[in-house]
């Protein structure tokens, strides 16, 4: 060993007594943790290319496995956290950036988890969801501000074009290179099976998916990859994306060994090439070029689609969403500080953008105060986690939520956060053909279809419980929300009042 | 403790209403009388009326009824509203010291004409002029409350039992071809005179018995139209969303009344009627934050009519009854009996149902 050695950061304990060396751990591990000793009929392992996925443990037949945290400490310091430390060794062994997947996972404060719900009591009574009638169902788009009529006096009942949800939850941006074929086809059966939709990410969407277009988010991003007339005919709305909420700022890299085959033809790049997307879309500098854009796409689509812009939540959202609001789009998308990512520098995640409730609640005020808001419609996203989470949003003032970490573990994931190793033992975050087949895309749509139709249940419990029998109802209704332990700055800019008051 | 507007206070109550469809005149203690049976719905702290024709000789002009803390309010108001409006007649509301109702606060009403070229440099059309005028008023103005603004018509409410409330403003004085009335059973209110229904702008006014509990989403919404929910009331916002839908939108009532009490999805899904399922279609997507849930059933009284809806899911009671040229309606048949023991047709519409009862062309004044 040397100094440029940093002790593991997990043990994988093997119980001897239980364990029958049937080698399923070293089969399930693409990590090569796990190795038979074929001399002595035992299993052994090396835990430094342990990531902590939990495959091993989940498929261990006599539950012989678990993975701990080590013990082996540094001298404790208050300041120099072990964490801190070891990315310093780290990055003076390699000279590079780090690394890192998924949402932020450090200890800021979580507005979901400080914000409560509120319920009837006498005055006005709760309604039962097994007895009545519970409206789930919300229409995205741009609503006109004044009703016309023909010369007979008839409504003119035409609309903006609109997305219709049957509940107020889409599955959010995951490319196909990002996450595996077989992973977009489970979030596409899933999204069709629950009529809400799914996003295709920047990596273009592979032939065999036209078929649920209907129930397809097509994505515009600075790479342009995959982007051409069939593929934006063929999503039900399109989505321009400037910026993602684990890297506000920030390009994509997905390195040319990932570049082969389908992925390579679904994005229209040479195999083996890299495919970079760039920090800012190169023909977007400024917002009148983004309008620009946004007319390109629907006179390319025959104003048929609404367009989405997805920004991530930075220090100026509220007045960068006022310019989207009135750049043509139909639909703003924002991306929260906790949103995952197959891959971003640890830094940018950690310490750039915003808490994805501070975004939404100063947004949904100002477009209100510039009484705009019903021009487009609010979809957030970066981190919802269950339905208490997304009854806190609309009532804050969102139309609907992105969520993508959430269906991600539905479909098997374990938050190791290493998806840019492109290993990922569960089939989701990899293009290697014999972990991609790990995930059955029905048995994967199933779960997701499972989920949802849990959190349907729970946020129809909770309107129920508030008297309120329909989701519009409910969209903005910040009196239903009060707050625990916030400040009166945060409880301003939530909008909302402290419990108690 | 915190008072209405400063904090939102759900309550219970009792409603009713009369109108003759021919236009005949009824005084005010018919109206009255209905709200004695459900004394009870009420619990002293908000009663109040609308009456509808009931200033023939100032038809032309603007009543604003108002309340004054002070009577320097009153002159720094009346200023005010000297550089908007032409004022014909000034004068106190005419009442009665009862025992009943105490601490009244200085009750005073104005004719008034909106000046044109005020408006005009505005580029405000008269009517959206008058109710900005009176948002104005009742936002800005500490101890200024107008709480009736419409042509022909009038509000009248106080602290206390309906029925009091109306010998209080001598209501048998009055003659209106319809008529609203409202008891309130506040939960928790030091009692504010402003806060009693019914709530008016314009020509529009609105009695109501529930608790809405959409009402911050609605008021979220209609408060980007130039609407000011000062009182944080059910209807307060109500009457917004009314003045909204049917002046500024033009919506038909049956329409608004869509909007506001929106029939379920699977309801339209179910309509044969292709081209009514496309437009309940397209009211509800093109208003989804006016949609009202919760219990509520209202009366709404405009020039001409009365139209009375419950919610969707008919959470509130709501009775209508006929007899002759008049149509009753109220929160228990007890009322409508009151008013005639003879009534005939007495129904309970179904949630969302509205009922619109319109005075023939021509037939009010």
Redesign the interface.
Known sequence: MSIEFIYPEFEVIRNENRCISCRACERQCANDAHSYDKKHNIMRCDESKCVNCQRCVSFCPTKALKIVKSDCTLRENANWSTQTIKEIYRQANSGGVLLSSMGNPNPLPVYWDKILINASQVTNPSIDPLREPMETRVFLGKKPSKVQRSKDGKLDCTLPPQLELSMPVMFSAMSYGSISYNAHKSLALAATELGILYNTGEGGLHEDFYCYGENTVVQVASGRFGVHADYLEAGAAIEIKIGQGAKPGIGGHLPGAKIAGDISRTRMIPEGSDAISPAPHHDIYSIEDLRQLVFSLKEATEYKKPVIVKVAAVHNIAAIASGIARSGADIIAIDGFRGGTGAAPTRIRDHVGIPIELALAAVDQRLRDEGIRNHVSLVVGGSIRSAADVVKAIALGADACYVATAALLALGCHLCRTCQSGKCNWGIATQRPELVKRLNPEAGSKRLIHLMTAWKHEIKEFMGGMGINSVEALRGNRLMLRGIGLTEKELEILGISHAGE | MKIEGQV?I???CAISAVISKDGNKMSGEMIINSMKPMHDRSNGLGGGFAGYGIYPEYKDFYAFHMFFDSRDTRKKCEAFLKERFEIIQSEIIPTRKIPEVTDEPIIWRYFAAPLKSVHASLQLKEKEFVAKTVMKINAEMPGVYVFSSGKNMGAFKAVGFPEDVGVFYKLEEYEGYSWTAHGRYP?NTPGWWGGAHPFTLLDYSVVHN?????????R??I???GYQCTLRTDTEVITYIMDYLLRV???TLG?AASVIA?P???TIAAKTDLEDQ??H?????????L?????FSIVLGFEGGLMALND??K?RSMVVGEKDDKVFIASEEAAIRTMEPNAENIWSPAGGEPVIVQVKEGAFS
């Open positions: 939102r759900p309550s219970g939960t529930g608790e809405i509990s959409s009402y911050d989403a609605n979220r919404f408060e980007m139209f939108q033009g919506l329409e929106a379920f999805w699977s496309k437009k279609t397209y009211l509800r997507t093109m208003f989804p934050s949609l009202i849930t919760g219990p969707r899911l959470l």
